[in-house]
């Protein structure tokens, strides 16, 4: 979503290669429906769990994005509305097309094997808003030309290596607010440039192997108020009890915690964790494919301010809902490839607040999905019909 002093977008007429396109492009109006990291990078038909992200309605994911045609000719964009280019992977021999747009052209760039001295052909799009790129040659000297990238709010890297400094050209992009870093291969050194900008908002780590020394040394105290961890399989409850001790009096509290895939944390570790960290702060919680204990539900059951909870391709049963229901703040719930039985619908009927419910994969049945539908009319329950 466009931020409060966006500078308004003309329309225009981006002026592609005649020859050959090297991607889809997708259009939005600027300033609609949030525009959520990582799920922006699809364009498409956004799937219910991806990397511990639950939609916060799928209606919007889905049809938030419309498809404009290739790059290929002159594409006309109209007033206010954002442009965004999903780049083939066939095409990364082609980028160096994308220096010759002018610097408002795109405000949105999906690229993936991108060769060495590729990123010099988007230095000049300076009205980047939204990027994703996936290579293992960008390295160090690469990253450097992210720097003029002023405009930049949300950024996923992934499979990048070697990187030791290449973070520092982050420090001075004033309004990026969400970072992704997804299998990057990060020195400690690195984590020392990440910690020094200041705007960010929302911090996710996914196949990391950073340290937890440093993790603990030069993360835990920014605090960012919405964190995600994803098989760092260095950290372990160490890790979560020094993020629990940060966010006690926190200028920026905690508000939004995810924690999947981290084989060396468990239940108990998850337990001891909501035990410690300021239960009223946090209004999203996720911990998709962890291990669920009673206790651990327990704990859930004490987060009163919680709005969104993924609890998908977890052990919770149908006892286990009950701790839900007092959850009355709930408005998404993620349970999807669980156990739950007709014998939860009673329950989540309960939750009249809800405006999405995922229970995908369950043993809910066609009977169980209707009583769900007629007792919560204004929820989006998926499976839907048209998926």
Not at 174 to 194: F, S, Y
Request: hydrophobic share 40%; proline share 5%.
């Amino acid at each position: 979503m466009a931020e409060q002093g966006d500078s308004e977008l003309p329309k225009r007429t981006v002026k592609f290669p005649t020859d050959l396109s090297i991607g889809s492009l997708y259009v939005h109006q600027s300033g609609t429906a949030a525009f959520q990291l990582p799920s922006w990078w699809s364009f498409e038909r956004t799937p219910y769990h991806f990397q511990g992200v639950t939609p916060r309605s799928a209606t919007a994911y889905r049809y938030y994005w419309k498809q404009l045609g290739n790059t290929q000719d002159n594409v006309e964009v109209p007033a206010d509305h954002e442009l965004a280019l999903v780049a083939h992977e066939e095409s990364h021999n082609h980028y160096d097309s994308l220096a010759k747009l002018l610097p408002n052209d795109l405000q949105g760039l999906r690229a993936t094997f991108m060769h060495r001295g590729d990123l010099r052909f988007i230095a000049n799009l300076t009205g980047l808003r939204y990027l994703f790129l996936a290579s293992e040659e960008l390295n160090d000297n690469e990253l450097v030309g992210l720097e003029g990238l002023s405009e930049l709010q949300i950024l996923m890297l992934i499979g990048c290596h070697n990187v030791n400094t290449g973070l520092s050209a982050l420090r001075d992009l004033t309004k990026l607010r969400q970072l992704e870093l997804n299998a990057v291969d990060v020195t400690d050194r690195a984590l020392v440039d990440l910690a020094q900008i200041p705007s960010l908002d929302l911090l996710i780590f996914n196949e990391m192997g950073m340290s937890e020394d440093a993790f603990i040394t030069y993360l835990t105290p920014l605090p960012v108020p919405r964190l995600f961890l994803g098989n760092c399989y260095n950290l372990t409850v160490a890790t979560l009890e020094r993020i629990a001790q940060t966010y006690h009096g926190a200028p920026r509290p905690l508000v939004e915690f995810r924690v999947y895939d981290n084989t060396l944390m468990n239940g108990e570790d998850i337990k001891f964790f909501l035990k410690s960290v300021p239960k009223g702060q946090i209004e999203i919680f996720g911990i998709p494919g962890m291990p669920v204990t009673k206790d651990t539900l327990k704990q859930i059951e004490g987060l009163t301010g919680l709005v969104e909870l993924d609890l998908g391709s977890t052990q919770i049963t149908d006892a286990g809902v009950e701790h839900l229901e007092s959850l009355s703040k709930m408005q998404h719930l993620h349970l999807g490839n669980t156990h739950i039985t007709d014998k939860s619908v009673e329950r989540l009927a309960q939750l009249k607040g809800l405006q999405t419910l995922v229970v995908e994969g369950t043993r809910i049945s066609k009977a169980g999905m209707t009583e769900l539908r007629n007792s919560l009319p204004t929820c989006e329950i998926m499976p839907d019909e048209e998926w």
